[in-house]
């Protein structure tokens, strides 16, 4: 090898390890403190630091797409499906219209049977937004009904209040 081949090659050299280390430090600079003392002293090359950061990342959104499902089909009326369905597009995951109503469906609460049942017997098909809609509406529709039987319960409740004084008096002056 001549000088000049020798000093081209120790120059490629030197760039590579500035690299090397400037691609090193951009890495640990994004992680947070626990991880950083982790990878700064486990991984001395960028590429390995790079392999084990995607290969955990990577793991990790496998099981989060696996979650976002389990959480679609054992959802519950107390969660936001709409925010459950959402994640699980953004996971580019392929459920139909079809298969999202009846997921819903199954999974009202006991105390919303009877609406189930009337959903069950429809003869059209329900797509996703016409189930949200009418969801919407029978949730509306119970708060409404929860609200007037409150307010049947305070009228009732006054009513009484304001009739004991009366009553009260009327029977001190049957008793003399």
């Known amino acids: 090898m001549s000088d000049e081949e020798l000093a081209e090659h ?3 050299a030197a760039k590579w390890e500035n690299d090397e280390e400037d691609c090193r430090n ?8 626990e991880l950083y003392d982790y990878y700064s002293h486990t991984y001395n090359s960028a ?16 099981v989060k797409k696996k979650y976002d499902c389990s959480r679609f089909f054992n959802y519950k009326m107390s969660e936001n499906i709409r925010m ?6 953004s996971e580019r995951i392929k459920v139909d ?26 003869q059209s098909e329900l797509s996703i937004v016409n189930l949200m809609a009418r969801l919407q509406i029978e949730e509306e529709a119970r708060k409404f009904h929860v ?12 009513l ?11 029977h001190t002056q049957m008793a003399t």
């Open 10 to 12: 120790e120059k490629y």
């Open 26 to 33: 951009y890495l640990l600079n994004y992680l947070s403190d």
């Open 47 to 62: 590429k390995r630091m790079w392999k084990a950061l995607q290969q955990k990342y990577d793991t990790e959104e496998a």
């Open 84 to 89: 459950i369905v959402h994640e699980i597009i």
């Open 97 to 122: 219209d079809q298969m999202q109503v009846a997921a819903i469906k199954d999974k009202l609460p006991n105390s919303w049977k009877e609406f189930q049942k009337g959903l069950r017997h429809k």
């Open 147 to 158: 609200i007037m039987e409150s307010e049947a319960f305070l009228l009732r409740w006054d």
């Open 160 to 170: 009484l209040a304001y009739n004991e004084p009366y009553e009260n008096h009327m």
